[in-house]
């Protein structure tokens, strides 16, 4: 459970980066903006103080649980799970190659660690649910955090989890929404607008924060606010750009969604040393 400074979870945070627009690039597939826009929560989960967890004990039942979700964005998760031990660099250069267990969804049958097996968009919260009820069961005292992506917000399911949380009065869980403006065809607000995130979950009970989730300073301090509250649920709405912070290279390209695609060579360089 590293303690990074806000001054190194930054650099944390560019190193992430370099490692997602590497692993997709050289998978040729995958989706490096949706991971890029989620990439200082995941950071500041890991290497901030928040998430206490062990690689070499990764099924120790205290661990604090992190569910992606959204499991396209793997390419993150799998790249701050490697900067955190659970397995090295090399291996993640096997994303998506037949055989590997570094898949394009997150598959928590092949990689101790990951908590939950997603990529059917709507799922993670209610499985969150699971696991904090199950630590109230048992008396043990572990935070659950899932990560939503705002398109995924329009599947009812996650409406039905909010209404839930609240019921069972989860303290123990952290919803973090990766309001990163775009889904799969277009804009989020185009496609179903249910941007105006805070009003909606704070009806149904929910203590909630709307912030710039591509700001280190401004995560980690919303994560200590969620950390404090200790009556009710909590939600992050995580206001981010899709593909930060390279977004002029794909307005560029003509696609500042650039849902699903990975990063041409020629682009992938250009990314890195804008990153770098
Ligand atoms: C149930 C379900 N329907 C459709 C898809 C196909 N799909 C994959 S990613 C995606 C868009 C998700 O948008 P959002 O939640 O905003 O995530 P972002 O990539 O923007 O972070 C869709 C529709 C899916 N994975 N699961
Ligand atoms: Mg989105």
Same mark, same amino acid.
């Given at each position: 459970? +590293? !303690?990074?400074?806000?001054?190194?979870?930054?650099?944390?945070?560019?190193?992430?980066?370099?490692?997602?627009?590497?692993?997709?690039?050289?998978?040729?597939? $995958?989706?490096?903006?949706?991971?890029?826009?989620?990439?200082?929560?995941?950071?500041?989960?890991?290497?901030?103080?928040?998430?206490?967890?062990?690689?070499?004990?990764?099924?120790?039942?205290?661990?604090?649980?992190?569910?992606?979700?959204? %499991?396209?964005?793997?390419?993150?998760?799998?790249?701050?799970?490697?900067?955190?031990?659970?397995?090295?660099?090399?291996?993640?250069?096997?994303?998506?190659?037949? $055989?590997?267990?570094?898949?394009?969804?997150?598959?928590?049958?092949?990689? +101790?660690?990951?908590?939950?097996?997603?990529?059917?968009? $709507?799922? %993670?919260?209610?499985?969150?649910? %699971?696991?904090?009820?199950?630590?109230?069961?048992?008396?043990?005292?572990?935070?659950?955090?899932?990560?939503?992506?705002?398109?995924?917000?329009?599947?009812?399911?996650?409406? !039905?989890?909010?209404?839930a949380a609240e019921k069972y009065a989860l303290n123990n869980l952290t919803a973090i929404i990766d309001r990163n403006?775009?889904?799969?065809?277009?804009?989020?607000?185009?496609?179903?607008?249910?941007?105006?995130?805070?009003?909606?979950?704070?009806?149904?009970?929910?203590?909630?924060?709307?912030?710039?989730?591509?700001?280190?300073?401004?995560?980690?301090?919303?994560?200590?606010?969620?950390?404090?509250?200790?009556?009710?649920?909590?939600?992050?709405?995580?206001?981010?750009?899709?593909?930060?912070?390279?977004? +002029?290279?794909?307005?560029?390209?003509?696609?500042?969604?650039?849902?699903?695609?990975?990063?041409?060579?020629?682009?992938?360089?250009?990314?890195?040393?804008?990153?770098?």
């Amino acid at each position: 459970m +590293p !303690e990074l400074s806000l001054d190194d979870l930054k650099k944390k945070a560019t190193q992430i980066r370099e490692l997602i627009i590497r692993i997709t690039t050289e998978a040729g597939s $995958g989706h490096p903006s949706s991971s890029l826009s989620a990439t200082e929560v995941v950071t500041a989960l890991y290497f901030g103080g928040f998430m206490k967890y062990d690689p070499k004990n990764p099924s120790s039942p205290d661990r604090d649980r992190f569910i992606l979700s959204k %499991g396209h964005a793997c390419p993150v998760l799998y790249s701050a799970m490697a900067e955190a031990g659970y397995f090295t660099t090399d291996d993640i250069m096997t994303l998506r190659k037949l $055989g590997s267990p570094w898949e394009g969804h997150p598959n928590m049958r092949r990689l +101790p660690g990951i908590e939950a097996s997603t990529g059917s968009l $709507g799922q %993670g919260l209610s499985i969150g649910i %699971g696991h904090a009820l199950a630590g109230k069961m048992d008396g043990r005292n572990y935070q659950t955090y899932v990560m939503l992506g705002d398109g995924e917000m329009g599947e009812g399911q996650v409406w !039905e989890a909010i209404a839930a949380a609240e019921k069972y009065a989860l303290n123990n869980l952290t919803a973090i929404i990766d309001r990163n403006g775009y889904q799969q065809t277009g804009a989020t607000k185009e496609v179903l607008d249910l941007t105006e995130f805070q009003p909606k979950i704070e009806a149904f009970g929910w203590h909630v924060q709307t912030i710039n989730g591509n700001d280190m300073g401004e995560v980690v301090a919303a994560l200590k606010t969620a950390r404090g509250v200790n009556d009710k649920p909590t939600c992050i709405v995580s206001k981010t750009q899709k593909g930060y912070p390279v977004v +002029p290279l794909l307005e560029a390209e003509g696609d500042p969604n650039y849902h699903g695609k990975p990063f041409s060579p020629e682009l992938a360089k250009k990314a890195l040393e804008l990153i770098g």
